[in-house]
């Protein structure tokens, strides 16, 4: 492929104290495609996301945005350059409406001034639009967001990361704990937002959820990464026997 990837990670090392979570790490993110992440717990996944997402520096190794060399401040600071992730653990207030959550940081407002106040209607209209754009059918954007199903929540999330701009979205175990068709559900939005052009990683240790979706694929065992394939080198045997 031409062009420099979205997001890239270049042997990347982090050390939590004397425990090393991190080993020479590389990872590629391009428009378009998924690219996989397994591993087992504490094979180092989840510090890399945090690194990817601005949480943590790198002690050694560089990040590159659209081939620019660059080092995240902070979470704040990756979302600004379109690095947008949604954690396993959704940061979301369960007695508030679906569109009150969906718009929580970044609400339309009315008015000049100190007198601005909440746009509700329009704020309703963005997170209807931005959930059909996604093909994500809720029954009622009023309802509690705490009433939707796991996969339901998470393809909120997706949603939203996607209408907030992200070029790269981080997913850390979306259908983590989901039964068979919320976990279809959300592959199948993870796939649309493939398909919309953004380029996404996908955090998961499920190599069967990771095949229907992914087509680059990164095991990591120990803070190493010991396998890395594109889609086209393996099958869905192989992709479950590298685990």
């Given at each position: 492929?031409?062009?420099?990837?979205?997001?890239?990670?270049?042997?990347?090392?982090?050390?939590?104290?004397?425990?090393?979570?991190?080993?020479?790490?590389?990872?590629?993110?391009?428009?378009?495609?998924?690219?996989?992440?397994?591993?087992?717990?504490?094979?180092?996944?989840?510090?890399?996301?945090?690194?990817?997402?601005?949480?943590?520096?790198?002690?050694?190794?560089?990040?590159?945005?659209?081939?620019e060399e660059t080092?995240?401040?902070?979470?704040?600071?990756?979302?600004?350059?379109?690095?947008?992730?949604?954690?396993?653990?959704?940061?979301?207030?369960p007695l508030m409406?679906?569109?009150?959550?969906?718009?929580?940081?970044?609400?339309?407002?009315?008015?000049?001034?100190?007198?601005?106040?909440?746009?509700?209607?329009?704020?309703?209209?963005?997170?209807?639009?931005?959930?059909?754009?996604?093909?994500?059918?809720?029954?009622?954007?009023?309802?509690?967001?705490g009433t939707l199903?796991?996969?339901?929540?998470?393809?909120?999330?997706?949603?939203?990361?996607?209408?907030?701009?992200?070029?790269?979205?981080?997913?850390?175990?979306?259908?983590?704990?989901?039964?068979?068709?919320?976990?279809?559900?959300?592959?199948?939005?993870?796939?649309?937002?493939?398909?919309?052009?953004?380029?996404?990683?996908?955090?998961?240790?499920?190599?069967?959820?990771?095949?229907?979706?992914?087509?680059?694929?990164?095991?990591?065992?120990?803070?190493?990464?010991?396998?890395?394939?594109?889609?086209?080198?393996?099958?869905?045997?192989?992709?479950?026997?590298?685990?």
């Amino acid at each position: 492929m031409t062009g420099a990837p979205l997001l890239e990670a270049r042997g990347i090392g982090k050390s939590h104290g004397g425990v090393v979570a991190l080993r020479d790490v590389s990872v590629v993110v391009r428009a378009g495609e998924v690219t996989c992440v397994l591993g087992d717990n504490g094979a180092g996944k989840s510090t890399l996301i945090k690194v990817l997402a601005g949480v943590h520096r790198p002690d050694r190794g560089v990040l590159l945005v659209a081939g620019e060399e660059t080092r995240f401040a902070s979470p704040r600071e990756a979302l600004d350059r379109g690095i947008a992730t949604v954690h396993q653990d959704l940061a979301v207030v369960p007695l508030m409406s679906v569109w009150r959550n969906f718009v929580l940081g970044s609400e339309p407002t009315r008015g000049f001034g100190p007198l601005r106040l909440l746009d509700r209607r329009r704020a309703r209209e963005v997170t209807r639009s931005a959930l059909a754009a996604l093909g994500v059918d809720l029954r009622d954007v009023e309802q509690p967001v705490g009433t939707l199903s796991g996969g339901e929540r998470q393809c909120v999330a997706i949603a939203r990361a996607v209408h907030l701009g992200a070029k790269v979205l981080i997913l850390d175990e979306p259908t983590a704990a989901l039964g068979v068709k919320q976990a279809g559900l959300v592959l199948r939005h993870v796939a649309r937002a493939r398909d919309r052009g953004l380029g996404v990683v996908l955090i998961t240790h499920n190599p069967q959820h990771a095949y229907s979706v992914g087509d680059r694929f990164l095991l990591l065992e120990r803070g190493r990464v010991v396998s890395s394939h594109m889609k086209s080198g393996i099958g869905p045997v192989g992709s479950a026997a590298g685990m």
